[in-house]
């Protein structure tokens, strides 16, 4: 299982950019199906197969379910697209940083017990937190970059020597801390300007983004900024907008047709920075 | 309940500083128990049974639960701290860091999930990442500052103006982030030097100290460095030299030794400060 292979191969195979995240909050989902960790995997895996045609990666929360004890929910989750859907890559976002025998507890819990492709995690302990994650070969470790919130700017754009703390972290992750080619950024969608100074820093390095939709991040813009000089490089994630297209029974198919626009739209803003890049 | 009162109450009726980390390796417990997530439930149960009356706190750690599937059993471990010991603060090192509606899910996973009374996090996300959690009135949320590791001077000894990463963390999280009064700071027993810094930021600001025993910090130099004025104000963890202090049958009582003997150095290190102090 090689995660950069998986992603380049399913950029093309799908020529999409688009991940859907699967953040299954259980005051959204449809009541029809209840509240139960059940109701949390029918709801999720019936998003998955409704929008697997559309996607370049699946990107589910640890948070939604652990916070209602859907462990094993999850568990079967990421199995079901793995199975179902061979192919296309699953990034846990977990967002954990520890180090030592701790971070090797959580790599196994990210690798080995839910198999997730990729994960993401906290660079704010430096390398020694990043490091056990890399033993385990071809899986992706996605680091924290300039994330999407506002309040990202507290410590994230401080300066230090000339350079923001967030251009730091990419160039630290892109030169020294990736000898063996795993790591990947989380940008921004809401930064563009910011994105486009990673890219300028990283190379082709792949960008996990979110912030478009509910967020408010312009898809245009932001695939002008971030688009890498191999025609791909972005993993752009819109959750909310395409969970809960539609509120009942429908939300498959609200689902599907949620994905199709915001691909399509991705899609369209690729050719045109692509075009406008080659003139 | 509320941690800032409920760990000044178990500091002066333990006279103790010591806090002990539940990090349950299945390599490493007796290997007569088992690996089953039952023996390690069975681990630290006796564990804290037999150092509860040394300790200020108990400081499990997520990832060595979730993951071998023990999820259920970290939730049996906080409860029965709970009944059997009350009064005894626990914390909840999970380190989790994300924003908005996902943070608040981490927070549901930590304080009514789980039932911890304080959590540790990562403030590389902003205040957006901090705000959550305080909308559980009178839980401890405990930031990430400086921590014990080496390359965590990877990015938090950056220079930002005048100082480093580590001590603006400890800034904003004494001041403006802090007018609910239920935040703490993490700093590394291996850098007195900055400890004292930040205690002087920090005012009498509760410290979770890791980094004595196994990583090589020393007890008095961080005493001496970290002592708030109120006479207590630290929170040292010790977690291997503890746990593994005996690896047979004879484990907790090992450990209650372990513990015993910690405790007490701690204590003549506080007593060694506060008279220097005083003349």
Redesign the interface.
Known sequence: MNFSLSLRQAWARADSMLCVGL?P?PERIPAALGRSPEAIFTFCRDIVDATAACVCAFKP?I??F????A?RELERLIEHIHVQHPGIPVILDA?????????E??A??AF??YGADAVTI????????VEPWLAWEGRGVIL?CR?S????????A????GEA?YE??AR?AAGPWNASGQIGLVLGATFPAELARVRAIAGNLPMLVPGIGAQGGDVAATVAAGLADDGWGMVINSSRAILYADPGARFAQAAAQAAERTRDEIRAARTAAWTTRAG
Do not use: C, W
């Open positions: 953040d909050d929360q948070a939604y652990s916070a209602v004890r462990e967002k954990r940083g520890d180090i030592g025998s701790t971070a507890r959580y196994v819990e080995e017990r906290n660079p704010y302990m430096g390398f020694d937190s924290l994330t919130n506002p309040g990202g700017s507290d410590l994230q401080l300066n230090v020597g703390l730091r972290v630290l």
